[in-house]
């Protein structure tokens, strides 16, 4: 059973940082598939956030090009996601996905199997 688990959520002030942690179980290393970061603020749809294949390679929604890295650790096990220059408008739920097969070029919020349960980015202005 693949179960996923983010940490480091928060509140952070206008242009604060944070860092996501995503750690997966059951699903083998992270170097393959797709692994991917959303966001849901209250009242809005999902969105995509980044995304990273197999390879390393990653993509990034044009909202947080530039602020926001996605990445994995050295040993293919933990998923992050760096955000610095943090804004009110990330304020959101967000949550760490996966899916065993390739990335498709856009960031699909229909696409990963796998999801977790979510944590919380609140940026006070």
């Known amino acids: 059973q693949v179960q996923l688990q983010e940490s480091g959520g928060g509140t952070v002030q206008t242009g604060g940082s944070l860092r996501l942690s995503c750690t997966p179980s059951g699903y083998g290393r992270l170097n393959r598939g797709c692994l991917g970061w959303f966001r849901q603020a209250p009242g809005k749809e999902r969105e995509g956030v980044g995304q990273?294949?197999?390879?390393?390679?990653?993509t990034l929604a044009d909202s947080v090009k530039g602020r926001f890295t996605i990445s994995k650790d050295a040993t293919n096990s933990i998923l992050y996601l760096e955000m610095i220059d943090l804004k009110p408008e990330d304020t959101a739920m967000y949550y760490c996905a996966a899916d065993w097969r390739n990335c498709l070029a856009e960031i699909e919020v229909s696409r990963p199997i796998f999801w977790g349960p979510g944590t919380q980015v609140t940026v006070s202005s």
């Open positions: 990273i294949s197999g390879d390393g390679h990653s």
